[in-house]
């Protein structure tokens, strides 16, 4: 059996209000055309379909094309599981229609996944229950048995599972109750059957890419790699990475499975820029092509304040430009990069550092400063006597 591992697609993603969306339905393309090149019988989706729990109609919208592509009119099986960031009743809101697809969509940490019925040369599930089930799967002689464990904090396995608050506790019974669940999930492997397990979790030891939120407190949902069936073949999660790449399974029952990873190239790359030249380097690095097919942090030192005609033509001079963040140099040449508590400073200070932020550094005069206090002081006093009677205040 040849399996396909996927996750994270956190379709409806922007970024900094740009829509993404073009750049996902080349990514679903991408994966279609691996799937059909390489004769992919499984695909596991280890969660996070979505970017919130409240997608756009155009995300749902991609995501039903993208299950309907890869189940190839029910001749590949597809299995997803909810993650962090996914509804979980309306991502397994099409079920009745995905099933006769071969498609499962679980939800649920302890959702039941009932056996459907058989057709002839599709994928069909030959039994199930909570969290588990044995996938048939056209052309292919053995069976799939799959631990299917959505994202499984607290509030979806509507349990308490440390009567503490302290980290080390907290941790501890996470793992303990993951250990107890995949434990029971074990059973169901059998020596005739591919034993697959696919959840969406941060594992201790690895790395958050850099789309995630954070699903963990103080690392208590971080499980520890040793809670996981250790009957299972493959192991699909999510949270291993930063590499845009799907992975492939080549796997029969007892034997190791054969793993190789495979990098996508849909998508565009995010670049930080630092012109320490200011405008006129941002301005060649464009020229020579520059990141040209990417999404472009600029750090940009400069002097003194950006003119809005300079604003405008750093946008227009590249469309990938989605964050552009000035960085003020001293008179000296020098990047003022000294941290300090804004509201523990003196109004006069406040006014000196600001008005250094406009004019490239230079101070004001004590006449400028003299008179900003002057006006700065009326304008509370007046607030101040503006300010109503306290009700039951007795007046003289």
């Known amino acids: 059996?040849?399996?396909?591992?996927?996750?994270?697609?956190?379709?409806?993603?922007?970024?900094?209000?740009?829509?993404?969306l073009p750049e996902q339905v080349a990514f679903v393309?991408?994966?279609?055309?691996?799937?059909t090149e390489e004769q992919v019988d499984l695909v596991l989706v280890a969660g996070d379909v979505f970017q919130s729990p409240n997608p756009s109609a155009a995300a749902e919208e991609l995501f039903y094309y993208?299950?309907?592509?890869?189940?190839?009119?029910?001749?590949?099986?597809?299995?997803?599981?909810?993650?962090?960031?996914d509804n979980p009743d309306r991502l397994c809101a099409a079920s009745p229609l995905a099933g006769r697809l071969g498609i499962t969509l679980a939800g649920l940490p302890k959702e039941e996944?009932?056996?459907?019925?058989?057709?002839?040369?599709?994928?069909?599930?030959?039994?199930?229950?909570?969290?588990?089930?044995?996938?048939?799967?056209?052309?292919?002689?053995?069976?799939?048995m799959i631990a299917a464990l959505p994202y499984p904090s607290e509030g979806r396995l509507k349990e308490v599972l440390s009567q503490s608050i302290e980290d080390k506790e907290l941790r501890q019974g996470y793992n303990e109750r993951l250990t107890g669940l995949f434990g029971q999930l074990n059973t169901?492997?059998?020596?005739?059957?591919?034993?697959?397990?696919?959840?969406?979790l941060y594992v201790r030891g690895g790395l958050e890419s850099d789309s995630e939120q954070q699903i963990q407190i103080g690392g208590a949902y971080a499980v520890d790699p040793m809670a996981f069936p250790s009957n299972a073949q493959y192991i699909a999660f999510s949270e291993s990475g930063y590499a845009k790449s799907v992975?492939?399974?080549?796997?029969?029952?007892?034997?190791?499975?054969?793993?190789?990873?495979?990098?996508?190239?849909?998508?565009?790359?995010?670049?930080?820029?630092?012109?320490?030249?200011?405008?006129?380097?941002?301005?060649?690095?464009?020229?020579?092509?520059?990141?040209?097919?990417?999404?472009i942090e600029v750090?940009?030192?400069?002097?003194?304040?950006?003119?809005?005609?300079?604003?405008?033509?750093?946008?227009?001079?590249?469309?990938?430009?989605?964050?552009i963040r000035p960085v003020f140099n001293s008179p000296d040449g020098e990047v003022d990069k000294s941290p300090v508590r804004l509201n523990s400073l003196p109004l006069?200070?406040?006014?000196?550092?600001?008005?250094?932020?406009?004019?490239?550094?230079?101070?004001?005069?004590?006449?400028?400063?003299?008179?900003?206090?002057?006006?700065?002081?009326?304008?509370?006093?007046?607030?101040?006597?503006?300010?109503?009677?306290?009700?039951?205040?007795?007046?003289?």
């Open 247 to 295: 992975t492939l399974i080549d796997i029969k029952p007892g034997k190791p499975a054969d793993i190789r990873e495979v990098h996508v190239t849909s998508g565009k790359p995010l670049a930080r820029w630092r012109a320490t030249g200011g405008l006129a380097q941002v301005r060649e690095w464009v020229a020579n092509g520059r990141d040209k097919e990417a999404w």
């Open 29 to 35: 393309e991408e994966l279609c055309t691996i799937c």
């Open 188 to 200: 169901k492997y059998r020596s005739d059957t591919v034993n697959l397990a696919v959840s969406h």
């Open 299 to 323: 750090e940009l030192e400069i002097n003194k304040a950006l003119t809005l005609d300079e604003i405008h033509e750093l946008r227009a001079l590249h469309s990938g430009f989605v964050i």
């Open 113 to 144: 996944l009932g056996p459907t019925s058989p057709v002839a040369g599709r994928v069909y599930r030959v039994n199930g229950g909570q969290s588990w089930l044995e996938l048939a799967v056209p052309g292919v002689e053995h069976t799939a």
């Open 348 to 396: 006069n200070e406040l006014f000196i550092r600001f008005y250094k932020q406009q004019n490239g550094g230079l101070p004001p005069d004590d006449k400028l400063v003299a008179m900003f206090l002057d006006i700065s002081q009326s304008l509370m006093s007046e607030e101040t006597a503006a300010e109503p009677e306290l009700a039951g205040e007795e007046q003289t």
């Open 1 to 20: 059996m040849r399996i396909l591992h996927t996750a994270d697609w956190h379709f409806g993603k922007t970024i900094e209000g740009r829509d993404r």
């Open 66 to 85: 993208a299950m309907d592509e890869l189940a190839n009119h029910g001749r590949r099986g597809v299995v997803v599981v909810a993650g962090n960031h």
